[in-house]
């Protein structure tokens, strides 16, 4: 049990201060929870894709509201390269291109934190597997570090459930975060959450044809 703790506990002993990096699904859920046991200065942020999605914003509210913390909205890096080049919308290319980089710069220069924490896993993948043997739990020339990387999905859970935890209701009806326009997640969103799929679609107006497609792809043919 000791090794799941072994990241924190050292990232701890380094600084007090740290930025979490807060997407509302279990992972992000556990690293924050984890975070301000640890540490004395704890700061957030979400990135969004659509603003004020009411399942979003319920999940950052509890953790707001539990921790007695502000997590900041910011847009997420990745929209700027969806309506530049017209991912479900019409393309406009005024729009700069933004990287994660310039989203942590941002975070660090408005906090005066430098540690981003983040709820990667070595076990999520292969790929998240090499990275952290290459840079380890704690990477000090990015700056980041990963206070969940030695759980499992079931360690999440537990824990999750132990200290009562609320992920953002969303995840329990399409397995994670709402986090891409995938059009299975989005369906689901238009199914549960009728209101918020209507933000959804005037922010990508071509969604649409998206869930159309994917709905006409399952119908079982007569």
């Not at 290319?93 to 933004?98: E, G, H, L, M, T």
Request: positive net charge; charged residues 25%; aromatic residues 14%.
């Amino acid at each position: 049990m000791s090794i799941l703790f072994d990241p924190i506990k050292a990232q701890s002993s380094v600084t007090d201060r740290v930025i979490v990096a807060f997407s509302g699904g279990k992972d992000s859920c556990v690293t924050l929870d984890m975070c301000c046991r640890y540490f004395k200065n704890v700061s957030a942020f979400f990135m969004y894709q659509i603003p004020n999605l009411s399942f979003q914003e319920s999940a950052i509210r509890y953790a707001e509201n539990r921790y007695g913390i502000e997590i900041e909205r910011i847009p997420h890096f990745e929209l700027s390269n969806f309506m530049r080049y017209g991912a479900f919308r019409k393309e406009d290319f005024q729009v700069p291109i933004v990287s994660i980089n310039d989203v942590y710069n941002c975070e660090r220069a408005s906090s005066g934190t430098y540690w981003i924490a983040a709820g990667e896993r070595i076990a999520d993948s292969i790929v998240r597997r090499a990275m952290m043997k290459k840079s380890g739990c704690i990477d000090e020339k990015r700056g980041r570090f990963y206070p969940i990387a030695n759980f499992t999905k079931s360690d999440v859970v537990a824990y999750i459930k132990h200290h009562g935890l609320k992920p953002s209701p969303e995840s329990k009806i399409i397995g994670h975060s709402f986090r891409s326009l995938h059009p299975k997640d989005v369906a689901l969103i238009k199914q549960h959450y009728p209101n918020d799929y209507k933000k959804i679609v005037e922010w990508f107006p071509f969604v649409e044809a998206g869930v159309y497609r994917d709905a006409e792809n399952q119908t079982p043919a007569v």
